[in-house]
């Protein structure tokens, strides 16, 4: 991609959003600090860029294009963070073959900080995901799932926090519940905890003990279920907690242009991104913050 059609798609974001409230001439270039949120949703084992008969997906994707994306970000913003909101297996050959290295092995070379698990990551077993771990150069959260009777017992953590140009920013991961999705014999003794509660907790847990001046929750539990709207979903997370400041969602394969802009409990702003599926998209999240103001954001989707 030439870098002028690439500054004309990542500068197409949308309006800055208040996540409290600060007006745009608050700011002084002098004293904002940026830090940038890139993301990316069920790539499902798509390794190589969609042909040129692949109707609307045609050229889009592949894993060598979002590299040449990612490095070019970083290079306007070392402050940037590189997370994955699940369903890294299943959904091409590669999978059937390799079982997941490739995968892991290119996110690794990719730089990817963190990820969660999503439900088609267990499509080897838990064992199958395990035995894959040691070619993950990134780590995995997840809060609601609990393994400690499993192989994974350790090896993924609630949350992780980052601190980028002394800002404290702290991910937690959330997964769909399994039953019904996937077999027992595949995700063994895990055990499936409220996600709503899991939220509530972890985000507190973020704010006020880890004090993080941004807090994301990276979810594998779908965008919103219209025919179900109690279903525990991103949205439904988002109106529920008051300390999330960007949920990161998966599973649904949503794409969504911009953030959704959701009120969580005490009326305050939380952003909600997806990027479709298949590796097709980056989303990208830039916060501004500046030393007593409150936070502010904007939002985009890149087109791989």
């Not at 007006?23 to 790539?43: A, E, G, Q, R, Y």
Request: glycine letters at 10%; proline letters at 4%.
């Amino acid at each position: 991609m030439k870098r002028r059609t690439f500054i004309q798609h990542t500068t197409a974001a949308g309006a800055l959003i208040g996540l409290g409230g600060l007006s745009l001439s608050s700011f002084s270039p002098k004293t904002t600090k940026k830090i940038t949120i890139l993301h990316t949703n069920d790539v499902h084992s798509h390794i190589d860029p969609f042909g040129p008969n692949d109707g609307r997906n045609a050229n889009k994707g592949g894993v060598a294009r979002r590299a040449s994306l990612v490095e070019s970000i970083r290079q306007e913003n070392p402050n940037t963070l590189l997370l994955d909101a699940g369903d890294i297996f299943q959904g091409t050959p590669y999978f059937n073959y390799y079982g997941g290295e490739l995968e892991f092995k290119l996110m690794s070379m990719l730089k990817y900080d963190l990820a969660t698990i999503g439900n088609h990551d267990f499509d080897n077993g838990i064992d199958g995901l395990y035995a894959q771990l040691p070619h993950a150069d990134f780590d995995f959260v997840s809060a609601n799932y609990d393994f400690k009777n499993t192989v994974l017992d350790t090896h993924v953590k609630p949350f992780k926090t980052f601190i980028k140009d002394g800002v404290k920013i702290g991910v937690f991961g959330l997964g769909i519940e399994l039953e019904g999705l996937v077999g027992k014999k595949h995700y063994k003794e895990t055990v499936y905890n409220d996600p709503i509660e899991i939220a509530q907790d972890m985000s507190r847990i973020l704010k006020d003990n880890e004090h993080c001046d941004i807090v994301i929750c990276l979810s594998h539990l779908g965008y919103f279920y219209k025919n179900n709207p109690d279903k525990v979903s991103d949205l439904v997370i988002a109106r529920q907690t008051k300390d999330i400041d960007l949920i990161i969602g998966g599973h649904t394969h949503t794409f969504l242009p911009k953030p959704t802009i959701e009120k969580n409990s005490v009326g305050k702003n939380v952003l909600v991104n997806q990027v479709g599926c298949y590796g097709l998209y980056l989303g990208q999240i830039d916060f501004y913050l500046e030393t007593g103001q409150e936070l502010k954001a904007k939002g985009t989707t890149i087109v791989v």
